[in-house]
């Protein structure tokens, strides 16, 4: 019943179903006249490497006790998130990531798959468990040796040592190198003295801070004989059995917050707090009894960034969350613009359905389509993030492979739920506006993830550093022969892309129906020339301003790196992209049944084109495409919304999402039984010979 809007007994009669046109459109197999897809080969294609996990994390969250409830106040939701976790506890999803010596599964991939899906429960249920498990116990486990695990490994797995992961601080947030706190060596008792020394140096936004932690993991300076060795890890006590602060630790509530209110994030500082030596998780760096500091990596900034570098699943989790709360929006927008009917199409035929109307095909189906591609992006990134963890992939190379695909998808995911969950809002109209419909609070709750781990535009910074290294990497040991016939190259390609060449060969081949010439002419492999030959131009275009920059003063260096931040910034946005991309076209190959490959291609090209609209101005201005084709871009991204409209309904139910998970009145077919009751009433009321006559008919006579 949910979807009976466009299941008509009927084939429309147009295809496309324009708004004015069929008041329906095509849906079951026996309507359509164009491919189906196969929704549960799909729903398994998107559920990716660990579906069978995933299938099991949403069972489990279909269960009430795991899900939110609006309206509680702050101190309530704190409490019911808080007895979620120890239900969490009960049903063993925690111990995925941990060890099998510990009582754990030792898969990461695993781990971070389920940890996604509980926000279809509640993201404060999600980001608590993620500081408890992912955050608080992955600092232990991963920057911790054999004596930090046999310790306080299995208390933290139990939730018998709830606890703070003390990285952030008022003052310095992304900036992590350059936190405040100390942890100065004192060999007479052999013990770390921690201290804040500055209110900015007081840690804060911490999840369980505020009330439930009592320990944390706190990063700070350590400092040993005079010498300050850089960032490390360790572990503090913070509450003695009673809930209240150990001498020389203090704190605040960061109270109400624009989002996840069921998590009792806090801040915290430290007067002078001692901390056995041994507190000091010592993988990556030790202090003897004497105070003399070694470590196996030599340089300090290479020391630095492995230690936060084995942290990274922060950032992979927050990648596929965003992306499957987009998919839970859009689940909930689609279905409820499939069965939501506003306006006639002034020939006195029943009003359209909304899913009908272009403009809403535009709104809904392109970031469907970006949807898609983020979930398949991350299920790859998933697959590289376990190989890592596991040690099957596990080399400096491949370390920093991961970063830098942390770096880049996170913010993309990001950024794309909070712009999916908002237009979701809106194309609901007040309905979307409840907060029994989730799209408020989901969007709302999602809000920090941006910031979550890393800012965005800070996180692609790094990506964008990562591009102009690798590109430098290729002129590494070049003779000047080689160096001049790229220079050469690079002017031809300035010349041949800038000086209307390429434009004059494209508006040949343009000449004829404009539509054709973009089917022709931006199918998969132009798709990816055209994003991939962005990303390498701009990185191109920076690194040569940039060349300068190394002969030149420090001061006068950086200033000349700040005017090109934010054009670097968008080459590594460009970067993800052309990932996305390719991610989604990995899996369109992958794709065996006709039917769905034809309609996952057109999606794909829908986000494709979709780029390439985005980022039009850029493509003209350096003469990638031409002006005929530019001009026809956006009129094929229409068309591919009317090819798709018709499987609007099937993309989304391929999410594979229940309504116990989306818990959206209008999703539940609650609306179409108001449309069908309407409907019914003027149907009978025209039957009857009843019904008021229209003022305007009566003018018409």
């Known amino acids: 019943m949910a979807d009976a809007a466009v299941r008509s007994k009927k084939p429309a009669t147009n295809k496309r179903t324009p708004a004015g046109g069929a008041p329906t459109a095509a849906h079951t197999p026996e309507e359509a006249s164009e491919p189906r897809i196969d929704v549960s080969a799909v729903t398994d ?18 269960d009430s006790a795991f899900h939110r409830i609006d309206g509680l106040s702050m101190a309530e939701h704190r409490e019911r998130v808080l007895s979620q976790l120890h239900l969490l506890v009960d049903q063993g999803g925690v111990l995925r990531a941990f060890p099998e010596e510990y009582g754990g599964q030792g898969n ?4 971070i798959a389920g940890f996604v899906e509980l926000v279809s429960a509640d993201p404060s249920l999600q980001i608590k468990a993620g500081v408890q498990w992912g955050l608080f116990g992955s600092a232990v486990l991963q920057l911790g040796t054999k004596e930090h695990h046999d310790k306080w490994l299995p208390g933290i797995m139990n939730l018998e040592i709830p606890g703070a992961f003390a990285m952030t601080e008022t003052g310095h947030g992304s900036d992590v190198a350059a936190v405040g706190t100390t942890a100065t060596y004192d060999p007479d008792t052999c013990e770390f003295v921690i201290h804040t020394p500055f209110r900015a140096a007081w840690k804060d936004y911490l999840g369980n801070a505020a009330l439930h932690g009592i320990a944390a993991t706190v990063f700070a300076q350590l400092i040993t004989n005079g010498v300050n060795h850089g960032v490390h890890c360790f572990y503090v006590p913070l509450r003695d059995e009673n809930g209240e602060f150990l001498p020389g630790i203090g704190g605040e509530d960061d109270g109400l917050k624009g989002g996840l209110n069921g998590i009792d994030n806090g801040r915290l500082h430290f007067d002078q707090v001692r901390v056995p030596r041994t507190n000091l998780l010592n993988k990556y760096g030790d202090v003897a009894a004497d105070g003399t500091y070694s470590s196996h990596i030599s340089s300090p900034g290479r020391r630095f960034f492995t230690m936060l570098g084995t942290l990274v699943q922060g950032r992979v989790s927050l990648d596929g969350s965003a992306a499957w709360a987009s998919a839970l929006g859009l689940t909930i927008a689609i279905t409820y613009g499939n069965q939501r009917r506003q306006f006639d199409s002034g020939s006195g035929t029943d009003e359209v359905v909304l899913m009908d109307y272009g403009k809403h095909q535009r709104r809904l189906l392109t970031r469907l389509a970006t949807t898609y591609a983020a979930i398949f992006a991350h299920d790859e990134f998933l697959q590289k993030f376990d190989a890592v963890f596991s040690g099957k992939a596990d080399t400096d190379e491949d370390r920093e492979d991961l970063e830098t695909l942390a770096a880049a998808l996170k913010p993309l995911s990001t950024w794309h739920a909070l712009d999916t969950l908002q237009e979701a ?11 029994e419909n989730r799209l408020v609070g989901l969007r709302a709750d999602l809000d920090v993830y941006v910031t979550f781990e890393g800012d965005n535009n800070v996180l692609l910074q790094l990506v964008g550093k990562r591009l102009l290294s690798d590109y430098a990497k290729q002129f590494k040991g070049a003779d000047a022969a080689s160096l001049a016939k790229y220079a050469m190259g690079q002017t031809a390609g300035k010349v041949f892309h800038g000086a ?19 089917e022709r002419g931006l199918r998969a492999d132009q798709q990816h020339e055209l994003l991939a030959g962005r990303v390498e131009q701009m990185v191109s275009d920076i690194a040569g301003r940039l060349r300068p920059a190394s002969k030149l003063p420090r001061e006068e260096a950086a200033a000349v790196f700040n005017q090109n931040q934010s054009e670097l910034i968008e080459a590594a946005r460009a970067h993800g992209e052309l990932l996305q991309w390719e991610a989604f076209t990995d899996a369109v190959n992958r794709t065996t049944d006709d039917g769905t490959k034809h309609v996952l291609t057109w999606l794909r090209d829908l986000f494709g084109l979709g780029l390439i609209e985005k980022h039009l101005a850029w493509y003209l201005i350096n003469g990638r495409i031409s002006t005929q084709r530019a001009a026809v ?3 094929y991204i229409d068309r591919l919304c009317g090819r798709l409209r ?3 309904q099937d993309l989304v139910d391929a999410f594979g999402y229940e309504q116990e998970h989306l818990r959206a009145s209008i999703s539940s077919g609650a609306e179409q039984a108001r449309q069908d009751e309407a409907r019914e009433y ?20």
């Open 425 to 435: 809002r809106e194309a609901c109209g007040g309905s979307g506006f409840l907060a």
């Open 682 to 701: 003027y149907r009978a009321l025209a039957e009857s010979g009843e019904a008021p006559v229209s003022e305007k008919s009566l003018k018409k006579k």
């Open 646 to 648: 018709p499987h609007a």
């Open 633 to 635: 871009v956006s009129s």
């Open 500 to 518: 209307g060449l390429r434009q004059f060969g494209q508006a040949v081949g343009d000449l004829g129906q404009p539509s054709r010439s973009v």
């Open 45 to 62: 294609a998107l559920l990716g490497t660990w579906a069978d996990t995933r299938r099991v994390a949403r069972e489990m969250v279909k």
């Open 108 to 111: 990461n991939g695993a781990n």
